[in-house]
T-cell receptor, first 115, second 113 residues
Framework: SQKIEQNSEALNIQEGKTATLTCNYT??????LQWYRQDPGRGPVFLLL?????KEKRKERLKVTFDTTLKQSLFHITASQPADSATYLC??????????????FGSGTRLQVQP | GAVVSQHPSWVICKSGTSVKIECRSL??????MFWYRQFPKQSLMLMAT?????????EQGVEKDKFLINHASLTLSTLTVTSAHPEDSSFYIC?????????FGPGTRLLVL
């Protein structure tokens, strides 16, 4: 069966350090993978999308890698700040993007950045 | 980025009543919208795909007669929880696609007493 696993349920780091979150998947051949941020009681907010032919993508302090051989994506937040504390979700669309595919989400990693 | 709104943001109702939740794409048109449900400390679970002008597609285990979905226009989808029971209490979130990206509404917290 298809699975998306985010290995750490929670991650605590010191302010200024780099946070690295992991997303592994099985029995998927995704055209792209997405990362979202979710704050308590709020809907997810889109952060980054990385396509299967892209190894790495950056946006300000965020960096995402995508290894389709390992079936893994890593999400990095550099120079982390307490405001980065939230739950981060990785998500995949099944198969090729037809414009109608829903996303399947991992269980999320709750990041806590200590001042 | 694109904006999706939901209304109401929270609702408390008595068991047996029906509750309607609206989802609107504010600055783009969406032929497809999605409804998710999220229980505390769990991830989002897809309930159904709402298609403009046609019937919704429900995920396995989701009762279509209990969760009525109407996608009347390219910017509005509604989810009606019929004869709500306490076990339906959850956080309901809709999303709409703008190209490859899904944008989510702020969610609706439903509490059934």
């Amino acid at each position: 069966s298809q699975k998306i696993e985010q290995n750490s349920e929670a991650l605590n780091i010191q302010e200024g350090k780099t946070a690295t979150l992991t997303c592994n998947y099985t029995n998927y051949s995704p055209a792209y993978l997405q990362w979202y941020r979710q704050d308590p009681g709020r809907g997810p907010v889109f952060l980054l999308l990385i396509r299967e032919n892209e190894k790495e993508k950056r946006k300000e302090r965020l960096k995402v890698t995508f290894d389709t051989t390992l079936k893994q994506s890593l999400f990095h937040i550099t120079a982390s700040q307490p405001a980065d504390s939230a739950t981060y979700l990785c998500a995949l669309a099944k198969g090729a993007d037809t414009g109608r595919r829903a996303l399947t989400f991992g269980s999320g990693t709750r990041l806590q950045v200590q001042p | 980025g694109a904006v999706v709104s939901q209304h109401p943001s929270w609702v408390i109702c008595k068991s047996g009543t029906s509750v309607k939740i609206e989802c609107r794409s504010l600055d783009f048109q969406a032929t497809t919208m999605f409804w998710y449900r999220q229980f505390p400390k769990q991830s989002l679970m897809l309930m159904a795909t709402s298609n403009e002008g046609s019937k919704a597609t429900y995920e396995q285990g989701v009762e279509k007669d209990k969760f009525l979905i109407n996608h009347a226009s390219l910017t509005l989808s509604t989810l009606t929880v019929t004869s709500a029971h306490p076990e339906d209490s959850s956080f309901y979130i809709c999303s709409a696609r703008d190209f490859q990206t899904q944008y989510f509404g702020p969610g609706t917290r439903l509490l059934v007493l």
